[in-house]
């Protein structure tokens, strides 16, 4: 019985260190990018102020009311014509009341998140006219024809504003 040599089988310790290792080193590379998140909030935050400017037209064409959108390097914001909000006038006089969100209570803006900046000719102020025109600076110039506006984060995004259809891409 003694002299029978019995098969062994497993790994040896060598190869058990080997795998621990290279499942370390891959853990240490690979494993912050899965919980790295600025990829999702810079993509919602691009897809909301898209969004909030395809509302804020379908607003003013439906309600007769002109809208007001301004974008800074940091965020972006609604307003409504005051006066429009009780009987709408022929011209608009100021835009003091935030436009209200479709998506319950609070008023249509958000802030981009940190990385992620606004930059471009449509920077500043855009009126969304009744007619389904934009026009930049102030309301009573000609419709644009196109602006555009640069959303740079985790990847860069160029979001088109074609004046003349109100048409937001």
Request: overall charge negative; some cysteine; glycine content about 10%.
């Amino acid at each position: 019985m003694y002299g029978k040599h019995q098969l062994q089988s497993g790994f040896t310790l060598i190869e058990l260190v080997m795998v621990i290792v290279l499942i370390g080193v891959l853990a240490a590379i690979i494993g912050p990018r899965f919980f790295d998140n600025s990829v999702f909030t810079s993509n919602h935050f691009e897809e909301g102020l898209v969004n909030a400017a395809r509302y804020a037209h379908d607003y003013a064409e439906s309600s007769g009311c002109y809208v007001q959108m301004t974008f800074s390097t940091a965020s972006y914001q609604a307003s409504v014509d005051d006066q429009c909000l009780n009987n709408p006038p022929a011209s608009p006089t100021s835009f003091n009341t935030g436009l209200t969100s479709p998506f319950g209570s609070g008023i249509l803006s958000d802030t981009a998140p940190s990385g992620v900046s606004l930059s471009g000719a449509a920077l500043g102020k855009l009126y969304f006219a009744p007619d389904g025109t934009i026009h930049a600076t102030n309301w009573s110039n000609s419709p644009q024809t196109s602006l555009t506006l640069t959303i740079a984060g985790s990847s860069s995004r160029t979001v088109t504003f074609y004046g003349l259809s109100g048409y937001v891409q």
